[in-house]
C-alpha cells in the first residue's frame, strides 16, 4: 500500500487524538448552535457572542460615536499635546473616512476645532 502524504498539522492533530487529549470535552457530542445555517458569517457571530466582544459598527457609527465620546474622553488626558493629540487623530479618522467609499451609512460627522477643545478642557480642569 502506498504511503499517505500527512502534513505537520494533521501529524499533530492524530497524535493529540491517540493521547486522548480530545477526549471529554466539553460539548463533544454535541450539534453546533448555528442560528441560521445560510448566513456565512455565523462563526463569526458565534464567535463575537461567545468570547463577549462589543459588535464591530460600520465606520460611520463608530465615528459618531466616539464625537459623542470625545469631550468626555479628553477629560482623562491630563496634557494640552495629549489633549490636541487626540482631537487631531480623531479629525484624521473622519476626513479618511469621507476621502473613501465606506460601508453602511455616509460619514456626516463633524470634525472639532482642537483651539475650541482645548479652551473646554481648560475650563472643565479649572472647576
Same mark, same amino acid.
Given at each position: 500500500? !502506498?504511503?499517505?502524504?500527512?502534513?505537520?498539522?494533521?501529524?499533530?492533530?492524530? +497524535?493529540?487524538?491517540?493521547?486522548?487529549?480530545?477526549? $471529554?470535552?466539553?460539548?463533544?457530542?454535541?450539534?453546533?448552535?448555528?442560528? $441560521?445555517?445560510?448566513?456565512?458569517?455565523?462563526?463569526?457571530?458565534?464567535?463575537?457572542?461567545?468570547?463577549? #466582544?462589543?459588535?464591530? #459598527?460600520? @465606520?460611520?457609527?463608530? *465615528?459618531?460615536?466616539?464625537?459623542? !465620546?470625545?469631550?468626555? /474622553?479628553? #477629560? +482623562? *488626558?491630563? @496634557?494640552?499635546?495629549?489633549?490636541? /493629540?487626540? =482631537?487631531?487623530?480623531?479629525? !484624521?479618522?473622519? *476626513?479618511?473616512?469621507?476621502?473613501?467609499?465606506?460601508?453602511?451609512?455616509?460619514?456626516? =460627522?463633524? @470634525?472639532?476645532?482642537?483651539?475650541? =477643545?482645548?479652551?473646554?478642557?481648560?475650563?472643565?480642569?479649572?472647576?
Amino acid at each position: 500500500m !502506498a504511503e499517505r502524504y500527512e502534513s505537520a498539522a494533521d501529524r499533530l492533530v492524530r +497524535e493529540a487524538q491517540e493521547r486522548g487529549e480530545f477526549d $471529554n470535552l466539553p460539548g463533544a457530542g454535541k450539534p453546533l448552535r448555528i442560528r $441560521n445555517p445560510n448566513d456565512p458569517d455565523w462563526w463569526v457571530k458565534s464567535w463575537i457572542e461567545r468570547e463577549q #466582544l462589543p459588535m464591530p #459598527l460600520p @465606520t460611520s457609527l463608530s *465615528l459618531r460615536k466616539q464625537a459623542q !465620546a470625545l469631550m468626555d /474622553d479628553v #477629560l +482623562e *488626558l491630563r @496634557t494640552e499635546a495629549a489633549v490636541r /493629540d487626540h =482631537v487631531e487623530a480623531f479629525n !484624521a479618522q473622519v *476626513l479618511e473616512a469621507r476621502r473613501r467609499p465606506v460601508a453602511g451609512p455616509p460619514v456626516v =460627522v463633524r @470634525t472639532f476645532d482642537v483651539d475650541d =477643545v482645548l479652551q473646554a478642557w481648560r475650563d472643565r480642569r479649572r472647576r
